[in-house]
């Protein structure tokens, strides 16, 4: 029942898809309503919020955000809703233009869009910078939308190939003698780069790719005494790198390529912590124009929402 004092605020919902806005069951709308306090209704293409004057104005942002990512064909889930709500409270949340930022994926008909402020600077430092480096916990996308900007420029001709590159360190288990050849004892190290890649491409255009070296996915070891031109070069795991390793990486770039490495420092599987490239390069490249540092936190964590709380209960652990 509506009182006196409550207000009413709409929003336009032209263009976005409803179904996706809504969510399975009217899920999105419900916890957009009890995250605010507030009633949600969607008729015809306006989104009403319904009660008091502050609990509407704490939600209005978080709608727009909802009726955003719906118009860029983004798949809402209530976990978005409460990440909405969290970058509002931290004054992070930002309005998202239509198609800001939006990567459209031809031959598999998907668009993947940052969803978070902080992937938001991280997909512009790609395009923008030479040499990417990003450093937050698991979740945060940072692989996934870094393959997609990869593959988005190979589509448009701004680089002739991708190489995707892992250190193949074990995490923290022994996996003794792998059966077949090279390739087959390396592939289980590689598999999340071919489980984002297999999201990007058609299965048949992506196995032509890697015929024709036009896609490489190989163990960072494989990279020494090379030259990358007109390359897009990711280094995934960058933590378990050694200082020596990731110095020949970021020296075997060539004319017209660009660099992304990603690593979460609180998964340093060697054998120090001050042995790895990642903590090295923090000390010695900040400043360097064309070299930007992209940090991203639970704040950004885009998988289940207890992935989120993990994540934050285990940094509090380390340190308390």
Do not use: W
Not at 50 to 68: S, W
Not at 149 to 174: H, N, T, Y
Not at 213 to 229: D, K, S
């Amino acid at each position: 029942m509506t009182s006196p004092e409550d207000v009413v605020h709409r929003l336009s919902v032209e263009g976005a898809d409803l179904l996706a806005l809504a969510g399975v069951n009217d899920a999105n709308l419900q916890e957009l309503a009890r995250g605010a306090g507030i009633r949600v209704s969607l008729r015809g293409d306006q989104l009403a919020l319904a009660g008091p004057l502050e609990a509407v104005e704490r939600a209005a942002p978080v709608a727009q955000g909802m009726v955003d990512l719906a118009r860029m064909g983004e798949t809402l889930a209530p976990d978005d809703v409460r990440r909405l709500f969290d970058e509002a409270a931290r004054g992070t949340l930002e309005p998202t233009r239509n198609g800001d930022l939006k990567i459209v994926l031809s031959g598999v008909r998907r668009v993947v869009a940052p969803k978070t402020s902080g992937q938001r600077a991280y997909v512009q430092a790609i395009y923008d910078t030479d040499i990417v480096i990003g450093i937050g916990p698991a979740g945060t996308g940072k692989t996934y939308l870094a393959v997609a900007v990869a593959v988005d420029m190979l589509q448009k001709k701004r680089v002739r190939r991708i190489i995707l590159a892992r250190p193949a360190v074990e995490a923290g288990e022994r996996l003794g003698f792998l059966p077949g050849d090279l390739q087959a004892k390396v592939d289980p190290y590689l598999r999340p780069l071919y489980d984002a890649l297999e999201d990007m491409m058609p299965a048949e255009k992506m196995q032509r790719a890697l015929e024709a070296r036009t896609i490489e996915i190989a163990p960072l070891a494989y990279m020494r005494g090379r030259t990358l031109n007109d390359a897009f070069v990711i280094l995934d795991e960058a933590q378990n790198t050694t200082g020596m390793q990731m110095k020949m990486l970021l020296t075997r770039l060539g004319p017209n390529s660009r660099a992304v490495i990603t690593a979460d420092k609180t998964q340093i599987d060697l054998a120090t912590r001050e042995e790895s490239g990642i903590v090295q390069v923090e000390r010695v490249l900040p400043g360097i124009d064309g070299i930007v540092f992209c940090y991203l936190d639970e704040a950004d964590v885009v998988r289940h929402r207890l992935v989120r709380e993990i994540i934050k209960a285990y940094a509090e652990d380390a340190s308390g």
